[in-house]
Nanobody, 112 residues
């Protein structure tokens, strides 16, 4: 079973950028959908973005135009570029593979 390890989170000022990485323990080429979710304190986990093996992407309305998901199958890695960050983007961001496998999460904190 594939394991996922996220990195790249941190503290950033509003308007700043971060790039999150999700490294998989094995080849992800055959995994149809990879995604990023986030969970803020006291809130339910929510979808941020997904990407299929063919490169089709889907975004939550709240991040469209600001976040970009991409995948590098050769490196077994999925990325999430976060631009124009807002305070409300503060959350723990989780990588997901095939809708069933989760990473441990990486914290993103945006100061206003």
């Amino acid at each position: 079973q594939v394991q996922l390890v996220e990195s790249g989170g941190g503290l950033v000022q509003a308007g700043g950028s971060l790039r999150l990485s999700c490294a998989a323990s094995r080849n992800i080429r055959g995994i149809i959908a990879m995604g990023w979710y986030r969970q803020a304190p006291g809130k339910q986990r929510e979808l941020v973005a997904t990407i299929t093996s063919g490169g089709s992407t889907n975004y939550a309305d709240s991040v469209k135009g600001r976040f970009t998901i991409s995948r590098d199958n050769a490196k077994n890695t999925v990325y999430l570029q976060l631009n124009s960050l807002k305070h409300e983007d503060t959350a723990t961001y989780y990588c997901n593979a095939g809708a069933i496998i989760w990473g441990q999460g990486t914290q993103v904190t945006v100061s206003s």
